[in-house]
């Protein structure tokens, strides 16, 4: 429980169902006193959200528990996030906290309290596949809310012991339950900000983090031509336009940051747009394995318009994804989902542009 209205409304419609319901609220890091007890907090994170949490609770009859994650969450969220950026690629923390944290740390936590389940708010949807005994996960009926692109890294173990019993409806039909079930929630501010950098301010957080990388180098274009400096490469993501410094006929765009270089390659919007990438570290859901080339829907981050593409596999945990048509800036570290209509088919984090 988060202390939004979509756990907490998860939450109600089980004990109706009449579920045996336990409210479990994660304590995965630290803001500041001030920031986090703020009534306009856009993070799932802090004081507030666990004291929202705790009233919900208190207002269903259930139990409520705060279990502390933060070395976990530190180990393995934080740290990729900060390594991913000093190499000049950009990470989705969110996915990484559900497949090391909420799926994996606290699902094993809850079976060792003989939990059955571990329900969450996610906008969508687990079924089971007679036919080719799989657990699928499919979009969420309210397909702006739809969160399955942050869901593709579950595995069937994880995906069998998981209820998401918002998924069947859209956001304005979970606010109006949840003033229906009377909770104190049913107005609160969605959560979107990443949980542990206040304000969105990722370049004051990693510079807090990791000062060393904070040091100027060349921006160039396409053929490798020093055009300016820049004051370090994680104030810049792949197609960024402002904030250069540059001087130029035409509006520059970042196509590219080299890490081991500490540079920035930039040029024309044209050159953003590409065809085909890699992608590692897979994770199929609705097959066991890509074993030939298959076509599929792909979005390469969680606004992106899903694309027509083939997928190839080049390995045991590799595969090319080739579009269609172009996309606009591929960004490596950003997650790749594949999908078969509403059906989540898997995904992979991707590695490069080709």
Not at 30 to 51: F, H, I, M, Q, V
Not at 180 to 190: K, N, Q, T
Not at 200 to 215: C, K, T, W
Request: net charge positive.
């Amino acid at each position: 429980m988060s202390g939004g209205v979509d756990s907490s409304v998860a939450a109600a419609l089980l004990k109706e169902q009449g579920y045996d319901v336990v409210g479990v609220t994660m304590n995965l890091y630290s803001l500041p006193k001030d920031y986090c007890r703020s009534e306009n907090l856009k993070s799932c994170c802090g004081w507030k959200a666990t004291e929202d949490a705790h009233q919900v609770a208190l207002s269903l009859g259930i139990s409520h528990y705060v279990v502390d994650f933060r070395k976990h969450f530190e180990k393995s969220v934080i740290t990729d996030f900060c390594e991913e950026y000093a190499q000049g690629r950009t990470p989705n923390p969110c996915i990484r906290c559900n497949q090391h944290i909420k799926f994996d740390v606290l699902l094993k936590k809850m079976r060792a309290l003989d939990a059955d389940y571990l329900a969450t708010g996610h906008h969508a949807r687990i079924e089971y596949d007679e036919q080719n005994t799989r657990y699928i996960l499919k979009k969420g009926k309210d397909r702006e809310k739809d969160q399955s692109y942050f869901l593709y890294p579950l595995t069937q173990k994880q995906l069998s012991r998981t209820l998401m019993p918002v998924g069947d409806f859209t956001k304005d039909d979970v606010r109006k339950k949840a003033k229906a079930f009377g909770l104190p929630v049913a107005e609160r501010p969605e959560s979107q900000e990443i949980c542990f950098v206040p304000d969105n301010d990722y370049a004051g957080f990693l510079q807090s983090r990791i000062p060393e990388v904070f040091h100027p180098g060349p921006v160039v274009d396409s053929e490798n031509r020093t055009l300016a400096q820049h004051k370090g490469i994680l104030h810049y993501t792949i197609g960024q336009r402002r904030g250069m410094g540059i001087s130029a006929p035409h509006p520059l765009y970042v196509l590219s940051i080299l890490g081991d270089k500490n540079t920035i390659v930039v040029g024309s919007e044209k050159e953003l747009y590409g065809k085909t990438l890699l992608a590692s570290e897979l994770n199929m859901i609705s097959l066991e394995k890509i074993t030939k080339p298959l076509k599929i829907r792909a979005r390469i981050r969680y606004k992106h318009k899903e694309a027509e593409a083939l997928v190839t596999p080049l390995d045991s945990d590799k595969v090319r994804v080739e579009f269609e048509r172009s996309q606009r800036a591929i960004t490596p570290g950003q997650s790749v989902v594949f999908y078969d209509g509403d059906t989540v088919v898997g995904g992979g984090i991707i590695d490069k542009t080709c």
